[in-house]
């Protein structure tokens, strides 16, 4: 699986646009970039999955670039409940030996 | 409410116990996956079941198996515990279609403090 690197932490305010970008430059053809958040003592949450150039759902938006070698969540006008960690994750999701590689993630912290 | 369910919620056992963790997957998922939190090792896969056969192992230790019984619940059996096996373990569950992008799915975990 590709190796992510991603900001260990992050602050915000509330109202504010929070972008998260993940850096992964020996992504494969068939891999997609997919993104999780975790609350403490909670299981990951399945935020928002991409291939390439723009993905876009109720909660988030996944930008890719063409070259797919990095990729940035947008989390729009975030609240304090979006105080979380959240994780990139590259890698192909097939029927046989799939497993997910959780780097360190991304602290967010969300002040009032 | 991701639909995967998890028990015992807290575990606390003494060291060179041996405990079961179990895990109900979503309806209609054949996937089913381990994975081992602790504060300092972070989120660790362990092992992944499809419909009842082994499909991939991660970092687990000899002492922990895992199996997949017919209605696709699974067991995590942890022996001779140590103190480093305290962390957070989940469960997650997926569909698993060839070809799909097979979407994880996280239980609530299991607390396990071995004193």
């Known amino acids: 699986l590709a190796k992510t690197t991603q900001p260990i932490s992050m602050d915000s305010y509330e109202g504010q646009e929070v972008n998260i970008t993940c850096s992964h430059n020996?992504?494969?053809?068939?891999?997609?970039i997919t993104w999780y958040q975790q609350f403490p003592s909670q299981g990951p949450r399945f935020i928002i999955q991409g291939y390439k150039t723009k993905v876009t759902n109720e909660v988030a938006s996944l930008f890719i670039p063409a070259d797919r070698k990095s990729s940035t969540l947008s989390l729009p006008r975030v609240s304090l409940s979006d105080t979380a960690v959240y994780y990139c994750l590259v890698g192909a999701h097939r029927a046989a030996g799939n497993k997910l590689t959780f780097g360190g993630g991304t602290r967010v912290l969300v002040k009032p | 409410d991701s639909g995967v369910t998890q028990t015992p919620k807290h575990l606390i056992t003494a060291t060179g116990q041996r405990v079961t963790l179990r895990c109900s997957p979503r309806?209609?998922?054949?996937?089913v996956y381990w994975y081992q939190q602790s504060l300092d090792q972070g989120l660790q896969f362990l092992i992944h079941y499809y419909n009842g056969e082994e499909r991939a192992k991660g970092n687990i230790l000899e002492r922990f198996s895992a199996q997949q019984f017919p209605d696709l619940h699974s067991e995590l059996n942890l022996s001779s515990l140590e103190l480093g096996d305290s962390a957070l373990y989940f469960c997650?569950?997926?569909?698993?279609?060839?070809?799909?992008?097979?979407?994880?799915?996280f239980g609530p975990g299991t607390r396990l403090t071995v004193l």
């Open positions: 309806s209609g998922d054949l996937s």
């Open positions: 997650a569950s997926s569909l698993t279609t060839s070809g799909s992008t097979d979407t994880q799915y």
């Open positions: 020996n992504i494969a053809t068939n891999d997609y």
